[in-house]
């Protein structure tokens, strides 16, 4: 018995190490959210610093990889291995999710995102997550809301975080609304992803009377083995009061 101690400690030793699911040399689910946040927000840097030298964004990717002590090849495997396991990859995607909540709830809508009192919030949602790989689409249908004044139109705006390890990151957004006669009024754009901050207008007809709306949020990325996240943080659509002019008598 004393014979198979040893063999029986290797085979339960290698059982362990399959379960795990990872192999050698591959990051841990933390560690790889915390590379994939640092590179994503290095390419955006690049982007911005040195937009027609592809030499500084390879730069800025070497420094990730020199802050996290890691080689690019080290970094390329693991993502090869996350890519092959959905459950794993999800569990980094919604790491990813959460550091992008954290940096946009540091960071005010600017001018795009109008919150004058003066507009009136239709529907809102902190934080969604687009994958190429999970989840690329997503849609809303509501009935329209009452309001105390007519609308002139509705405004969407929301910040967006996205991490491509290739590929050209873009969204294209759709916003209709159905009207009591069944007719429909579509604004349709596709918007670059470089830019945090989005708005998109859409008029409202003068003469109908809205009974719901439509929107519609597309990430362009096929399915692909690498990485393609799309987080859009404050979404928000408001109604834009319709200004009623005012003749003042002499």
Not at 58 to 64: D, E, K
Request: some cysteine.
């Amino acid at each position: 018995m004393k014979f198979f101690s040893p063999l029986l400690s290797l085979l339960a030793f290698a059982l362990l190490s399959c379960s795990d699911n990872r192999g050698e040399h591959v990051l841990t689910e933390s560690q790889m959210v915390d590379v994939l946040y640092d590179y994503q927000m290095a390419d955006v840097l690049a982007q911005q610093s040195h937009p027609e030298d592809p030499r500084q964004l390879l730069n800025y990717r070497q420094a990730v990889f020199y802050k996290h002590h890691i080689s690019e090849e080290e970094f390329n495997h693991s993502l090869a291995h996350y890519s092959r396991h959905p459950q794993q990859m999800k569990a980094v995607y919604e790491g990813l999710a959460h550091h992008y909540n954290v940096q946009a709830n540091t960071t005010s809508l600017a001018s795009g995102g109008s919150t004058s009192t003066d507009t009136i919030l239709v529907w809102g949602q902190k934080q969604y997550t687009l994958s190429g790989n999970l989840q690329n689409r997503f849609t809303l249908e509501q009935p329209f809301p009452r309001t105390k004044k007519p609308l002139e139109s509705l405004r969407l705006s929301f910040l967006s975080s996205s991490f491509y390890h290739q590929g050209t990151p873009q969204l294209a957004a759709a916003l209709s609304v159905i009207y009591d006669n069944d007719s429909v009024g579509t604004t349709a754009v596709t918007l670059p992803l470089y830019q945090s901050q989005q708005v998109l207008l859409h008029p409202l007809s003068t003469t109908r009377k809205p009974r719901s709306f439509r929107l519609s949020l597309y990430q362009m990325a096929g399915w692909d083995a690498a990485p393609q996240m799309v987080s859009l943080h404050h979404l928000r659509l408001q109604g834009i009061p319709r200004q009623t002019s005012t003749s003042t008598q002499p």
